[in-house]
Structures are given as structure tokens and as C-alpha cells.
């Protein structure tokens, strides 16, 4: 089992935690900037102070129940005198924040048996990330010492399969591919075996999120896991859900659409640079409580973050 890199803390020095706080930036500033201008003198907070950390919440897509438990919980404190100054509420804030998190860290176990690669599957909606973070995976685990192979079970596009073969060539992972029209589950069949010659650890397969219809899509990613059990029943399969951070609350509805029809263990929140609405994460960790197994930072090798919340919750709330 590869041992993940902690991300030591908010004062460690690392760059996984430089990453993840640059990464998180445009929800930072949404959630941050100029707060401590509301406060004026040795005035104290008030109820002014609360309404607009609700509606910056709100506005980074944290979603409306859980700002009001977030909100609430700071006003009862409020009220009690406990929170002397923005500092204190904003602690407070972090404390309540990485509660809700905790129950969705959970870093991916890569377990592999004996000649039985352990599997991740990306999947989700076109352009939500699959074949980036598939990519990243690989030199993720590489990295940490994991054999690793590729497939390229995106077979729509000759494009796709050049794509994952290039994220391959960067990470120096082999990469299984066959002609664009190819079946899918046969590609991804014919890369277990060659994970298995090759006693690689981990097979990372790549899917499509373009199929014409719904149905289509969830069938052949029931084929594809059918493929997996016809190779070996007993492989260990980590089904990815791999969603964009930007498409805010539609993020919600897909994870349920996925989870229902692919049965997921984890995900994967994409794109949080690019977005100042990075708080859907608190959204998708309460009302779908699957593991957030790793967020995407970028569109380097490196920009992929396994999830832990607190680290997070500092990075997204830091006092600049
Ligand atoms: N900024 C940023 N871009 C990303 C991230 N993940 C993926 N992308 C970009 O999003 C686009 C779609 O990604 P792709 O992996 O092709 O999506 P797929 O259709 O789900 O396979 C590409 O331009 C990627 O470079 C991320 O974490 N941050
Ligand atoms: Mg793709």
C-alpha cells in the first residue's frame, strides 16, 4: 500500500500546501478579502459581520443548508460573547468547516494482491477532468513507487487516446490503447493483463463521458466492471467520480446520477483553481458522504492534491 504524502500543515513549507493555498485562491479572496475592513475600531462583530460571511458563503457555493448550520453555529457563539474579533470567528468558522470534512477524508488504500492490479476508473461528464486526472494519477503513484498502467478506455475519439498517451509519456507509465471505436471494456480487459506481465500495482483506466445518451454511458460502465470480474472477481475496484468544481451545484446532481447507476466509492473535484466557487465541495461532502479521495489544482503533473481537510479548510480560510 503506497504511504501518501501528508500535507504537513499550514505552516509547513511544502509544496503540496503551496499548491493547494494557490490553487484555492479565487475562493479564498471571494470567502476573505476585505472582511477585516467590516470591523471598524474595537468595535465588536456583529450581526452586519455575519450576514456578509453568509452571503460570501453562499455566494462560493457552499450551498444553502449548510451555510445556515455554519452561520448558525457562529451566531450562537456570537451571541455567548465567545468570539471576541474577526480572527476568533474565523477560527471558529475553520473549526465547523473541518467537521464537515473529517467524515470524507479518507485517502485512496492502493491494495493490490498478487498479480491482481488494484483498478481506479475515472469517470464522469465530458470535460469534467477524466482523462487529466487519470493522467495525474499515474504520475501521482508513480511517484510514490507504484508499477502503474494506463488505459485508454476513452475509445470515442482518437483524440482522447493521444491525449492519455501523452500524460503517459510525462509520467513514464505504459499506456494500453487500441484504435478509437474499439470496445472499452476490451481495452481496459487487455490492459489488467498487461498489468498483470508487467506485476504492476495499479491499472488506471480512462473513460468516456460523451456517450449519446445517459443509458448508453451507465451500460457500458456496468460492461466495463463486467470485464473487470471476468479478469479477476477479487480485483479491487475504485470507481472515480471525477467532477468540475466550477459547474457548481450541477456537480451535485451528476455525483447522484453516477452514484446511482456506477455505484462510486470516490471522488475527485477538479478545477478548484479556476473557480471561486470551490465551497460546493462542503456541499458534496454532507449531502453525498463519499470519500473526496483527491482534488485537482491545475493542469500539471503536480496539480493534484490528496484531500485532507483540515489542510484545506486553512488553505481556503487563511488571513492573508
Ligand atoms: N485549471 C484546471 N484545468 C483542468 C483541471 N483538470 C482538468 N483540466 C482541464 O479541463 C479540460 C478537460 O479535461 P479532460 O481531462 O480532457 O476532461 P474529460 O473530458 O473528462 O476527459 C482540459 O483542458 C484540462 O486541461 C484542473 O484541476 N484545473
Ligand atoms: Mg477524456
Known sequence: MSAHPRIQSENADTSLWDRLRAGLGRTRAGLTAGL??????????DRVVLEEIEARLLLADVGVETTRLLVDQIAGRLERHELSDLSATLDALRAHMIELLAPVTAPLPVLAGPARPFVILTVGVNGAGKTTTAGKLAHYYRTLGEVVVLAAGDTFRAAAVEQ????????????????????????????????????????????AGRLHTKRNLMDELRKIRRAIDKFDPECRVETLLVVDAGTGRNALAQAREFHLAAGLTGLVITKLDGTARGGV?????????????????GERPDDLCPFEARPFVHALLAED
Do not use: C, M, N, Y
Open 36 to 45: 477585516d475592513r467590516l470591523i471598524r475600531g474595537p468595535k465588536a462583530l
Open 164 to 207: 492519455l498517451q501523452q500524460w503517459g509519456q510525462r509520467a513514464g507509465v505504459a499506456v494500453i490503447a487500441q484504435p478509437a471505436g474499439t470496445d472499452a471494456a476490451a481495452v481496459i480487459f487487455d490492459a489488467l493483463h498487461a498489468a498483470r506481465a508487467r506485476s504492476a500495482g495499479l491499472l488506471i483506466a480512462d473513460t
Open 281 to 297: 465541495i462542503f456541499a458534496l461532502a454532507r449531502e453525498l458522504a463519499l470519500p473526496i479521495r483527491f482534488i485537482g489544482v
